[in-house]
């Protein structure tokens, strides 16, 4: 019996017949117990004595709800309860930045025109500022939803440059992209920069991962019908199989800068572009992370 009941709750489980003989009184508890499929059921039970001649307690009755639809979706509205106050946060702080950001980027524009000898320095610094523009304003996207421009873009595009972007670094670190592709382009209405987020996030987090360096895979494939996967193959850390269902928590982080947020933001891009992500991962081996799109026809 001990073995259908998780091993979490037997104690609770016990103590709570036990209360139930002491006291000789009803109890209420929630507990998981094993399907004969092997995955667990959140049970809620109500147990009560039966008693017999003398009021002595001859058997006990357990009555069980199945309630594991109602644990999802309070969890489910936990999370996005928690997302909706990091949206709001993240949004505030990015317009506190945005307001000093525009004075200096009116300055160094100013600065340009009148010293042309340091040009190669303002634009510098004026590309820069563009970036942290683009941050903030993917922060403030994330606190209400703006307008987004949906464009049709080539996947593989997006892709290439992310990854153009990224190579310095990758090279400092001694990682390689390895970039396939099959030959077709792959045509999507999207917000560009958010999927370049995207694949920028989840790069970041496997050059993370990759201490010593190697490979990174990164192939784009038709899937399904209409569908296609884009995928990213690390030879990092990995992430042990019971952290799986925590990636895209917000906050949610194993690194000591970390944010945890990447990932979060991620999840929300792909469900904005009616499009999934899973993850495989193996200890010490790598991580797999596959990204289904849908394409247009
Ligand atoms: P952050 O990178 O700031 O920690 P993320 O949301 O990007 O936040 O990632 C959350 C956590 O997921 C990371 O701290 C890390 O533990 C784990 N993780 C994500 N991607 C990988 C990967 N490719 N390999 C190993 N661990 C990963
Ligand atoms: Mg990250």
Redesign the pocket.
Same mark, same amino acid.
């Given at each position: 019996m001990s073995k259908l009941i998780h091993p979490d709750d037997v104690d609770m489980f016990k103590n709570t017949i036990k209360s139930l003989f002491e006291n000789n009184e009803s109890q209420s508890m929630e507990f998981r117990f094993k399907h004969k499929e092997g995955f667990w059921i959140e049970f809620e039970s109500h147990c009560m004595p039966v008693r017999g001649e003398k009021n002595y307690i001859e058997n006990t009755v357990i009555i069980s709800r199945d309630i594991s639809e109602r644990k999802k979706a309070e969890e489910f509205l936990l999370q996005s309860e928690k997302l909706s106050i990091v949206g709001e946060l993240a949004a505030g702080v990015a317009h506190e930045i945005r307001n000093p950001l525009t004075t200096i980027k009116g300055f160094v524009q100013l600065f340009k025109r009148e010293d042309t000898n340091s040009i190669v320095f303002t634009d510098l610094l004026l590309s820069e500022l563009e970036r942290i523009e683009n941050i903030t304003s993917g922060l403030l996207s994330l606190g209400k939803p703006q307008a987004v421009q949906m464009n049709r873009s080539d996947l593989g595009e997006l892709i290439e440059n992310t990854l153009e972007l990224l190579s310095p670094q990758a090279n400092m670190n001694d990682i390689q992209f390895k970039f396939s592709s099959a030959e077709s382009p792959f045509f999507m209405i999207c917000e560009k920069n958010q999927l370049k987020q995207v694949f920028l996030?989840?790069l !970041?987090?496997?050059m993370?991962?990759m201490d010593e360096g190697g490979d990174i895979q990164i192939n784009l494939r038709k899937g399904a019908e209409g569908e296609c996967i884009v995928s990213f193959q690390?030879q990092?850390?990995?992430?042990p199989e019971e952290l799986l269902p925590r990636?895209?928590e917000p906050f949610?982080?194993? !690194?000591e800068k970390?944010?945890?947020?990447?990932?979060?933001i991620c999840h929300k891009i792909i469900k904005q572009h009616h499009g999934s992500i899973t993850y495989q991962?193996k200890v010490k081996e790598g991580?797999l992370?596959e990204i289904r799109l849908p394409l247009v026809s």
């Open positions: 996030n989840i !970041k987090n496997a993370e991962a690390d990092g850390c990995g992430i990636l895209g949610y982080t194993l !690194k970390g944010t945890g947020l990447g990932l979060m991962s991580t992370i």
